[in-house]
């Protein structure tokens, strides 16, 4: 059974860090889209940054230069380092894996979601 589990999100300050994990347990192969989603409360869900199948990433406009993907293979684990962090970016994150998203940053085709962390950052 496929199982996508997201852990550390937390309340910070404006301008703090924080590191998101994403468990993945039951992947029978690595050929996923795979990444992390967020949504704010009245807003559509949105993509924050995701890997693609050949390693290469791809970050929403709003987080460039301020948050990092990266994932260790051997844990099966996939992390967001969120540096910098503002108001604005209060939401529910999400990680998620998809075997061929239409477009990438948008939620539609990925088919795993796990059940999201809060992160709120106060000013």
């Known amino acids: 059974q496929v199982q996508l589990v997201e852990s550390g999100g937390d309340s910070v300050q404006s301008g703090g860090s924080l590191r998101l994990s994403c468990a993945a347990v039951?992947?029978?192969?690595?050929?996923?889209?795979m990444g992390w989603f967020r949504q704010a409360p009245g807003k559509e869900r949105e993509g924050v940054a995701v890997?693609?199948?050949?390693?290469?990433?791809l970050y929403a406009d709003s987080v460039k230069g301020r948050f990092s993907i990266s994932r260790d293979n051997a844990k099966n684990t996939l992390y967001l380092q969120m540096n910098s962090l503002k108001p604005e970016d209060t939401a529910i994150y999400y990680c998620?894996?998809?075997?061929?998203?239409?477009?990438?940053?948008?939620?539609?085709?990925?088919?795993?979601w796990g059940q999201g962390t809060q992160v709120t950052v106060s000013s």
């Open positions: 890997f693609g199948l050949y390693g290469g990433t």
């Open positions: 998620a894996a998809g075997r061929n998203p239409p477009r990438i940053l948008f939620p539609v085709g990925y088919n795993y």
């Open positions: 039951g992947f029978t192969d690595s050929r996923y889209y």
